[in-house]
């Protein structure tokens, strides 16, 4: 199991920046592969973004692609999701998972086996 605390949520502006964090603990950080969902309230969690075990794939849901970008350093067991120009349809609830695996494959839905607490992102007009 990997524990998952996510931070870096907050209150800014439409067109600001925030970075969020997320730091692991537990088994072989490199051995997963991470990704961003987000919760609105009242809307099903979405999937924003997933970067595989190695770091040398990603992928991101049309809605942030172009303004947030997801990178890992294992070094630090933290997985990171900087978001530029955000909107006050990027408001929600933000979480961090990670996926157990042993390929170099990346997941886009909610198969991920571990789950943070959240944070909250809130993008005023």
């Known amino acids: 199991q990997v524990q998952l605390v996510e931070s870096g949520g907050g209150l800014v502006q439409a067109g600001g920046s925030l970075r969020l964090s997320c730091a692991a603990s537990?088994?072989?950080?490199?051995?997963?592969?991470m990704g961003w969902f987000r919760q609105a309230p009242g809307k099903e969690r979405e999937f924003v973004a997933a970067i595989n075990r190695d770091g040398s794939r990603t992928a991101y849901a049309d809605s942030v692609k172009g303004r947030f970008t997801i990178s890992r350093d294992d070094a630090k067991n933290m997985v990171y999701l900087q978001m530029n120009s955000l909107k006050p349809e990027d408001t929600a609830v933000y979480y961090c998972a990670a996926k157990r695996t042993y390929s170099t494959v990346l997941f886009t839905t909610t198969i991920y086996d571990d789950w943070g607490q959240g944070t909250q992102v809130t993008v005023s007009s």
């Open positions: 537990g088994r072989t950080f490199s051995a997963n592969a």
